[in-house]
């Protein structure tokens, strides 16, 4: 059983600098915070970093507590934190670092800001009728897709578990802001979209 945690305010640089043979390294900061969310549930001994998969902006990141290392994993201890790794995350998180710093850093905030933009532009202009919504597409094959690193895994991994067994495609995307476009919708407003036929439910 996995137990995630508010992540915000952990940061991953990618493979900046390289420690040894770390797969992955935590600053001393990033390791006390850890230990700190980690007294706090009984029920989990080690810390999970993973790909979670990846579209037009990279690859996106999952921190996570666990009960314990699964088949497979990779193992390790690091500033007194077991931190475990699956096969498929490993060759693109060799060299990174978790890193834990105040206040929230840029690339979080603009992510969380522009969720918080869309939620607040909805509350201004509810009263002219206008919806305003986010779209948060699955992996879909495009030429910036295919500029990724591993990116071919990665389709074949999403290919794998997706339940409908294909990718998202720009067209249902595109059927997805045609359907909002109809004044009928108006009242769904202010949320996310996920447009992966639930990809990120089984992923």
């Known amino acids: 059983m996995r137990r995630w945690y508010d992540g915000r ?15 992955v390294s935590l600053t001393p900061a990033a390791a006390e915070k ?17 790909i979670e998969g990846g579209g037009c902006s990279g690859f996106q990141y ?37 890193d834990y710093l105040e206040p929230i850093q840029e690339y979080s905030a603009a992510k969380a800001a522009l969720e918080s933009h869309c939620r607040q532009l ?3 202009l ?5 919806a305003v919504n986010a ?13 990724i690193p591993g990116n071919e895994q990665m389709i074949e991994r999403c290919l794998a578990i997706h339940p409908a067994g294909r990718l998202t ?7 997805v802001l045609v359907a ?11 949320n996310v979209l996920g447009v992966d036929g639930a990809e990120d439910v089984v992923g």
């Open 9 to 23: 305010a952990m940061e991953i640089q990618e493979r900046t600098q390289e420690h040894g043979d770390a797969l």
């Open 34 to 50: 850890i230990r700190v969310l980690m007294a706090e549930d009984a029920d989990v001994s080690v810390l999970r970093v993973a």
């Open 62 to 98: 999952g921190l996570g507590f666990d009960r314990g290392a699964l088949e497979g994993d990779q193992a390790f201890e690091c500033e007194g934190v077991t931190v475990v790794v699956d096969p498929f995350s490993a060759p693109y998180l060799r060299g990174a670092t978790v």
């Open 122 to 124: 909805a509350v201004e």
């Open 126 to 130: 509810a009263p002219r009728k206008i």
């Open 135 to 147: 779209i948060r597409a699955g992996v879909t094959d495009t030429p910036a897709l295919r500029k």
């Open 169 to 175: 495609t720009p067209e249902d995307v595109a059927s």
């Open 180 to 190: 909002l476009s109809c004044p009928q919708t108006v009242w769904l407003s202010g």
